[in-house]
């Protein structure tokens, strides 16, 4: 064998080698990139797993919380309508007469200022003068508690809120 076909030949082998060492590197490499995706799509799918409960949760919790906030809402509405309802009551038993506001007489008498008693009066009160509200006048009292209940109630209500929301 010549010199050139011996150099050839090396090379030849050389080149096959190569090719070998290739192709083990490509199966070895493939076996470990073919690990690391399953790991990695194992990883996504305990990710994806742990947000899609987080999210069950939360819903679970803004449902829980809207239908607190639904009750809530209707029992003040129906607290407010009660109390319209009562409120209304009370300005036509006034309007009728049937029912009077009357206020309680300081007695002074230093002062030389009492107010006279009206001589029909019935009130709780025994023995305690008292003086009888004009209609009028009751109304207006009547329509300031009404827009103090009012108040109240809404106040609650917001109240009642607040706390169903915060945490």
Do not use: F, N
Request: proline share 2%; net charge neutral.
């Amino acid at each position: 064998m010549t010199t050139g076909q011996i150099l050839a030949s090396l090379l030849l082998a050389m080149v096959i080698a190569a090719a070998g060492t290739w192709q083990v590197q490509d199966w070895r490499m493939g076996k470990q990139l073919a690990e690391q995706a399953g790991l990695h799509k194992d990883d996504l799918a305990a990710i994806s797993s742990a947000a899609a409960a987080q999210a069950r949760t939360e819903q679970q919790k803004r449902l829980a919380t809207e239908q607190k906030l639904a009750a809530q809402d209707q029992q003040h509405t129906k607290e407010l309508s009660d109390a319209q309802r009562s409120q209304a009551l009370l300005r036509d038993r006034i309007a009728t007469a049937d029912v009077r506001l009357s206020v309680l007489l300081a007695e002074d008498p230093a002062s030389g200022c009492d107010v006279p008693a009206a001589a029909d009066a019935v009130g709780v009160v025994h023995a305690a003068r008292r003086a009888q509200l004009d209609p009028a006048h009751a109304k207006r009292i009547i329509a300031i508690t009404d827009a103090g209940d009012q108040g109240l109630i809404a106040l609650r209500a917001c109240q009642a809120y607040v706390r169903a929301v915060a945490p």
